[in-house]
């Protein structure tokens, strides 16, 4: 059973938070350092981010596995298919 009051919950929580801001602050580097920040800009798509987006931030690691699906993605199917990192910014942001 889960003890919301101990101290290591909180600490897992913590700790949950900071990965995700880590792993997204890392990814949006890598992605901006290979497309360019003027380019994603103007290749950015309109997709809005779906209504269960916004749970994730309530759940400490589930962003940052969201984050890490799309690492995997990027290595296994563009980077591993002979695509660019602007095909997968345009994946990630367009309907």
């Given at each position: 059973m889960i003890d919301f009051t101990s101290p290591e919950f909180y600490s897992y929580t913590i700790?949950?938070?900071?990965?995700?801001?880590?792993?997204?602050?890392a990814l949006g580097v890598y992605l901006s350092n290979n497309i360019g920040v003027e380019e994603m800009v103007l290749s950015k798509g309109d997709q809005e981010q779906p209504w269960w987006m916004f749970?994730?931030?309530?759940i400490p690691f589930a962003k940052m596995?969201?984050?890490?699906?799309?690492v995997a993605i990027l290595q296994f199917y563009f980077l591993n298919e002979g695509k660019t990192h602007k095909d997968f910014w345009v994946y990630l942001t367009s309907k």
């Open positions: 700790f949950g938070v900071i990965l995700n801001f880590v792993f997204s602050m749970l994730t931030l309530i596995t969201i984050t890490l699906y799309r």
